[in-house]
């Protein structure tokens, strides 16, 4: 015979129940192990219930199964080997508890009691439950008041950083908030987990998901931002998702609360840069370029962004999304004014941040994209970046000429590109059309490829490397491992099969811009 008591939480104490008179509980061994906690009262008189347990339980049984003194042995060692809490032996069959049973618990640690005649296991089994429900309905309202003071704590004000000191003291759990591009917003991470992780948070299909980087991870979604300009709460070990949940919920309260801060900010950012695009006077931009928290005197740099999905015309809009973006790549540092087709923010290049340059500024902005474009498949992310600039009139070309730059990197498929690279032909090959583009490289490269693929040849590799020697047999095959009469074979080739002179300047240029639009 086999009765399963409903289990609740392991909260009540083995003392507490031998503490109770109307139980007149006997202590025969085990006075060194009552603070085991119950999770449930079991009626059993089967040999082995090994099946039927958990661990935990208080197993009460009336020796039906004893057969002989070997058989104690055996039952006992199955209980301990399934982790009971404790065994309680009733008198009734054979007028008192065995000295073998005695034996076999104190052998293996287990707690013995035992159950007085007049006292039926029905009466046991009910106190245990009252017990239980009783010490959860206790843990019930302390898991309400810790959650009350994690909220309050977060509607009055409190930080990132003091949240999660609190909720570490409250429920033991170690969390972090990591940005879509790898940054730490909140809590500790080294660096090259938080990057891991963020990939993590951008990849999965549905959140939360768990995940090993180092030990295990639940990764909860803050809120419900775009994931590329989203922030991911990671918290250490496998956390029940309702306490996740909860907790980015707090996150979430609290982001909100900084955006709405920076609203203002934004706006004098964007009346600072139409002003400037304007011509506006220049002694009024130095008032406003001060408001915006950069002294005219010190350096800066242009920075602008769009972020759009790959190949669709619907969705965020890119300039929006990318001013979202702009602020996470740059650890809202900065705020990013909406332009008419981009995101335009204005970045000091100061010590005391992560760039003190512009180019450090550059390589941040890069390594920072690369995750998004790893993580993030269907969002391309384009940055335009200026040089170093000084001084309010230089704010409307230094938006010009990072929307250059940020135009080409459109054209290359997303990325950074920097003003240095866009004062050369690169330029002029990102302002036309691509379906103009590939017409022009197809019509003169075009009879190279064809000869290639039909003969195994490397005419194209080989007119690239002689133009980037400028014209030395010599470089050129060194560079490709060939003999010299091999590039002048080559190149005849390459001239015969494309009409193209490359002693002539015009058609070396010619073949250059070929190659670099194809």
Known sequence: MLVHISKYPAVVLLRDL???????????????????????????????????????ELVLTGLMWRGSPADSARFVKALAEAGVAALGAGDARLGMVPDDLVDACRAHGLPLFEVPVEVSFGAVTELVGRRVAAAQAGDLRGALGRHRRIV???????????????????????????????????????????????RDYLAAVRLPVVVDRGGPYTVFAVDRSHRAAGWALVCRGEVDAEIGYELAACVAMARTRAEEGRRVERRLAEQLIALACAGGDIAELSARLRTCGIDPAEPYAVVTV??????????????????????????????????????????????GTPWSDRDTLAALLRARTAVLARGLAGIRVS???????????????????????????????????????????????????????????????????????????????????????????????????????TVRYRIRRVEELTGRDLSSMADRVDLFLALRAG
């Open 306 to 351: 769009t972020a759009s999905r790959r190949g669709a015309t619907d969705g965020p809009d890119p300039a929006l999304l990318g001013g979202q973006v702009t602020e996470e790549l740059l650890d809202r540092r900065v705020v990013a004014a909406a332009g008419a087709d981009a995101s335009v923010a204005l970045v000091p290049l100061r010590a």
């Open 152 to 198: 309050a704590a977060v509607a009055e004000g409190v930080g990132l950083r003091e949240l999660f000191a609190l909720v570490e003291a409250e429920l033991g759990v170690t969390a972090a908030v990591v940005s879509a591009c790898g940054t730490v917003v909140a809590g500790a991470l080294p660096e090259d987990r938080a990057v891991r992780l963020a």
């Open 383 to 485: 940055a335009g970046l200026s040089g170093a600039l000084t001084g309010p009139q230089a704010i409307r070309g230094g938006v010009e000429e990072a929307g250059h730059a940020r135009r080409m990197a459109e054209a290359r498929g997303g990325g950074v590109v920097t003003g240095d690279e866009i004062y050369t032909h690169a330029l002029l090959l990102a302002t036309v059309p691509g379906d103009v583009r590939s017409s022009f490289a197809g019509r003169l490269l075009g009879p190279l490829f064809d000869y290639d693929r039909r003969h195994g040849a490397e005419l194209v590799r080989t007119l690239g490397e002689f133009l980037d020697c400028t014209g030395s047999w010599n470089v050129c095959a060194e560079r490709l491992h060939v003999h010299v009469n």
């Open 18 to 56: 031998l503490a109770a008179q109307e139980l007149r509980l006997v202590l025969l061994t085990g006075d060194d192990r009552l603070d085991r906690e119950v999770t449930c009262a079991l009626v059993t008189d089967l040999p082995d219930p090994r099946r039927y347990l958990s661990g935990g």
